[in-house]
Structures are given as structure tokens and as C-alpha cells.
């Protein structure tokens, strides 16, 4: 039977040495009070200590809060995530080696707890081949303290594949807005839906035990049967939260336009003024398509949903959200993963299993570094672990992939005026470089799928042929050889129908993106009586 407990009691439940799974992006979904209790805990007696902890999406609001709670020396052993951005003190602790460090991607790590609840051998996929996390390159090995080999490179009647086996869960901290006297969980206050079901599944499953975290307990028998999320008789305790404690995303405690109960007006939302951005979110929207699917990464990409509605051209795609959203607008910023007026909402893990078998039409995501064969790394940096997230899941099976963002980094400034672009200051970091420090994106593997992909900045445009990076587009006012060539650590491949970017998108106002969607649309067939 489900038992009420205060936050205090939560340490003395977890063993040292336990497998803790979280199911979270942000603050969203995440049990901060439990969190704290347990860093409490560790700091006035050492326990909980020599934790593995697992989970998909980054959990953190870049301050405090989130996996900031675990960053202390002995209290975790192992960490297996698809992100740590969002948590600088724990991902510092894993670049340094503080505790062994495994990236594995979003949509892998969300769909293994399905696995460990039915007791299956792991995720057999596609997704990551080519990438840092295939061992035959890194195998999700973020630091020299981590040595043992997690992933596994198998074949299926001549196709390779990557293994991701399964382990035992010992804990599941998850999260609801309300739990009956029972147990049972609705999430009704709550930014996504993420995977609290199959990882409290899996931690039950494994002779584990699970704790909820909520804001409200109501008398049993008075939920809505439809409403719950979570089954009380997966769950073991909850801890009713203060306020404080329960944020519905990074940067917002509650926000009723996350959690669908009611709709704000979309055309309130701010232009982008004539700059860079601009320029990039409207070369990047040239690439929709009618009906266009889409996922838009944090940052430059989600400016292109910006660009379609300021065009009037919203009304023709769908935008989707890696944390389960479907339709509506993503939030960006520090509430990214949460989504204004979405049509729809599913589990996390079920949005991958979408993503996963090329459900998206276009993704539009950032990047830290592009090389001569069109690998991009999002992932590891100038000293950084940052980790994949949703990128590998979004990136390797969409039916074309946009990256956008600036040609160097680090004080660029340009001026956007009568057409063209002029470079006011050059950007201290070259982001074109010889070699990518580690693989995120593979243009191998592209290359070999024969997926269509484009790198776009504000003075130039790539595509990836046959494997090289291609130079395409050159931005009006832009010399070849001063302001693309010698910003570059290789020379690009040099298309013979070298052409410029329009020069309609680097004025004021354009107007253009409709009629380019439209022109896109397919003939209906010609009905033929007989």
C-alpha cells in the first residue's frame, strides 16, 4: 500500500550503490524536494553514496536546481544521460572524471525502461551508429574514468545495429501534480508527460521501489480513472511538496498555456528584428514543405516558427516537441520542452518511437562544430559536457535535416541592410573546423541514407554531396575567399552552381514564404470517369 512520507525519510530508502532513473526535462517532471533531501542526506551522513543515476533529457534550470544536487564528490558513481547541459556543477563533475560518464540518446534512454519493465534484452536500433555513442568510436564514453562498454554493435540478417542492453532500476523518482490515498498519479498541472509510466513500470519490475513527488493528495476512489498516468499500485511512497520545490519548467513555476488548460494568443508573439537570426530562421524556412512535421532545436532554430508566423505561413506545418508535444508552438530559452497551445500530448517515449521510424518531415537544429565531412558535434566541447539529448533520435531519421547557425563564434556582429550582409566584427572561434572533437551527427551515415542535409548560416549556405561539405549559397556582399573561405579550417567543396542566398530575406520586411511552401504542394490526381 502506498505510504505518505515526509522528504526527510526519503534517503534512508535509497541504498547505497542503488540505480536511481528520473524521468524529467528541465524541472519539468522532476522531483526537486526529493532531490534535495537526498543531497541533504549525503552531505550530513555520507548517504546515499556510489549512485548510478540514469536519465533522457536534461534535468536543471543552469543554477541550482535539477542533477545540481548530485554534484558532490562520492555521491554517484556512474551517470548514464542524454544531457547535462542544463546542470553545470554535475556536468563539470563528469568532464572532470568525477564519477564515470555515459551519453546515450534521449529517445534510447526513455524506451529502456519499457525494456527493463518487460524484462527484454535492451533497445536494438539504428539510432547512434556512426555517432560518438557506437563503440567503435566512443561508445557514450564522456571522460577517461568510464572504461566498460555499455553499447554493442550486433547484426540482424545482414543490417548492423546497436544494442543498448537493459540493467535493474532500484529507485524511480517521478512525478505527479495529484496522487490518491492509494497512489494513483495524474498529471494534470504538469509542461509534458514524459516517461514516468514504463520507468516506474521498470523500477517495479526489478524489485525497485517508487517514489512520487506531488502537490495535492486527494481521497481515494476520487480520480478520474482516465486522468491517471501512473496506477497507485506501481507506486510505493509520495512526498507532498512545497510549492517552491515543484517548477513546471526551467524557468516557470506554473504556466496554465504548458499544461493545456487554456489557450494564449499566438500573435502576441514578439518579431525578430532584421539581424542574423532573422536571416537564418528565413533561409531555413525555405525548406518547408506543405504539411511539413517538424521538430525545431533550441536557440537560432526555433526563430524559423517565429519567421512562419510572421509570414502567415504557421497554418502549414506542425510543430512537435521531443517531449511529447504535437501542434502549438515550442517555448524556448529555459522553458524548452514545453509548448503553447499543443494539439496534443504524448508520452515521451512514444514520440521517439515517431521520430525513431521517420515521422519527421524536417528538423531544424543548432550547431557547435562542423567538419569537411559534414559531421556535426553538439555534444562535447571546449571542455564541456554537454551531452546529445533528442539530437541523435531527431537528426538520423527525418527526412531532412537543417542545421542553423552562425559561420564563426565568439563577437561576431553584422549589419543586415539593403539586401545584404556586411561583417561589422568576425567571431573570435572558427565553428567550421578540420575535425569535429566529437561525432553527434555522422555525414557518413547521411551520406549513406541518402538523407538531404543543409548547414545554413547568415553568410552562406552547405549541403552535404556525396559525403563533402558542399558550399552552395553565398550571402549578397560577401567575399568568397575573405569572409568564407579564410574563416574555415579546410576548404569546402565549391559547387559549380555556386548561386546567392536570396536577397529578399536580408531586407526588412519580405513576404516571400508562403508562395514558396505552396509552390511545394503536390497535384491532386486528375479524377478520371469511365
Known amino acids: 500500500m502506498t505510504k505518505v512520507i515526509r522528504s526527510e525519510e526519503v534517503a534512508a530508502l535509497i541504498k547505497d550503490g542503488a540505480t536511481v532513473g528520473a524521468s524529467a526535462i528541465t524541472l519539468a517532471g522532476w522531483p526537486e524536494e526529493v532531490a534535495m533531501a537526498m543531497e541533504k542526506s549525503f552531505i550530513e551522513t555520507s548517504h546515499p553514496a556510489g549512485l548510478t543515476v540514469v536519465h533522457g533529457a536534461g534535468i536543471g534550470d543552469w543554477k541550482t536546481k535539477g542533477t545540481q544536487h548530485f554534484a558532490h564528490p562520492g555521491m554517484v558513481r556512474r551517470w548514464i544521460g542524454g544531457h547535462t547541459g542544463v546542470s553545470t556543477d554535475f556536468a563539470?563533475?563528469?568532464?572532470?572524471?568525477?564519477?564515470?560518464?555515459?551519453?546515450?540518446?534521449?529517445?534510447?534512454?526513455?524506451?529502456?525502461?519499457?525494456?527493463?519493465?518487460?524484462?527484454?534484452?535492451?533497445?536494438?536500433?539504428?539510432?547512434?551508429?556512426?555517432?560518438?555513442?557506437?563503440?567503435?568510436?566512443?561508445?557514450?564514453?564522456?571522460?577517461?574514468?568510464?572504461?566498460?562498454?555499455?553499447?554493442?554493435?550486433?547484426?540482424?540478417?545482414?543490417?548492423?545495429?546497436?544494442?543498448?542492453?537493459?540493467?535493474?532500476?532500484?529507485?524511480?523518482?517521478?512525478?505527479?501534480?495529484?496522487?490518491?490515498?492509494?497512489?494513483?498519479?495524474?498529471?494534470?498541472?504538469?509542461?509534458?508527460?514524459?516517461?514516468?509510466?514504463?520507468?516506474?513500470?521498470?523500477?517495479?519490475?526489478?524489485?525497485?521501489?517508487?517514489?512520487?513527488?506531488?502537490?495535492?493528495?486527494a481521497k481515494t476512489g476520487t480520480l478520474n480513472p482516465m486522468s491517471v498516468r501512473v496506477p497507485g499500485v506501481l507506486v510505493d511512497y509520495i512526498v507532498i511538496a512545497k510549492p517552491e520545490n515543484h517548477w513546471q519548467a526551467g524557468a516557470t513555476y506554473y504556466n496554465p498555456a504548458f499544461s493545456g488548460q487554456i489557450k494564449v494568443p499566438l500573435n502576441a508573439i514578439p518579431e525578430l528584428p532584421l539581424d542574423e537570426r532573422l536571416v537564418m530562421a528565413r533561409r531555413a524556412a525555405m525548406e518547408l514543405t506543405p504539411g511539413s512535421i517538424v521538430n525545431l532545436g533550441i536557440g537560432v532554430p526555433d526563430g524559423v516558427a517565429i519567421v512562419a508566423s510572421m509570414e502567415g505561413a504557421a497554418d502549414l506545418l506542425t510543430l512537435t516537441s521531443e517531449s511529447g508535444a504535437i501542434g502549438g508552438v515550442p517555448a524556448g530559452g529555459q522553458n524548452f520542452g514545453m509548448s503553447f497551445n499543443a494539439q496534443a500530448m504524448v508520452e515521451q517515449q512514444a514520440q521517439f518511437d515517431w521520430y525513431d521510424g521517420g515521422g519527421l518531415d524536417q528538423a531544424f537544429l543548432g550547431a557547435a562544430e562542423v567538419d569537411r565531412n559534414g559531421n556535426v558535434n553538439v555534444s562535447k566541447f571546449k571542455g564541456r559536457c554537454v551531452g546529445c539529448g533528442g539530437f541523435i533520435n531527431i537528426t538520423q531519421n527525418a527526412k531532412k535535416v537543417v542545421y542553423c547557425g552562425t559561420f564563426t563564434a565568439g563577437g561576431l556582429k553584422v549589419l543586415v541592410a539593403d539586401g545584404k550582409l556586411v561583417i561589422a566584427q568576425e567571431g573570435r572561434g572558427k565553428k567550421y573546423v578540420n575535425k569535429v572533437e566529437q561525432v553527434t551527427f555522422s555525414g557518413a551515415y547521411a551520406t549513406k541514407t541518402r538523407q538531404p542535409v543543409l548547414y545554413i548560416t547568415e553568410r552562406c549556405v552547405f549541403e552535404l554531396r556525396e559525403g563533402v561539405l558542399t558550399l552552395t549559397e553565398i550571402a549578397p556582399g560577401m567575399d568568397l575567399e575573405r569572409d568564407i573561405l579564410a574563416q574555415m579550417e579546410f576548404r569546402p567543396a565549391i559547387a559549380k552552381d555556386l548561386k546567392l542566398m536570396p536577397a529578399e530575406i536580408f531586407h526588412a520586411k519580405w513576404g516571400g514564404l508562403r508562395q514558396i511552401i505552396e509552390t511545394k504542394r503536390t497535384p491532386a490526381p486528375e479524377l478520371v470517369l469511365v
Open 92 to 217: 563539470k563533475m563528469i568532464i572532470d572524471g568525477g564519477c564515470e560518464g555515459y551519453c546515450l540518446p534521449q529517445g534510447v534512454i526513455c524506451q529502456l525502461w519499457r525494456e527493463i519493465a518487460a524484462h527484454r534484452p535492451g533497445v536494438i536500433t539504428k539510432i547512434g551508429l556512426g555517432t560518438f555513442v557506437d563503440p567503435r568510436l566512443e561508445g557514450g564514453k564522456m571522460n577517461k574514468a568510464t572504461t566498460k562498454e555499455l553499447v554493442r554493435v550486433i547484426e540482424l540478417d545482414g543490417e548492423e545495429w546497436l544494442h543498448y542492453p537493459t540493467f535493474p532500476v532500484d529507485v524511480a523518482i517521478i512525478r505527479g501534480t495529484t496522487a490518491d490515498e492509494d497512489g494513483n498519479l495524474t498529471l494534470e498541472n504538469e509542461g509534458a508527460l514524459m516517461e514516468c509510466l514504463p520507468l516506474a513500470q521498470a523500477a517495479r519490475n526489478s524489485g525497485g521501489i517508487v517514489i512520487a513527488q506531488v502537490e495535492y493528495l
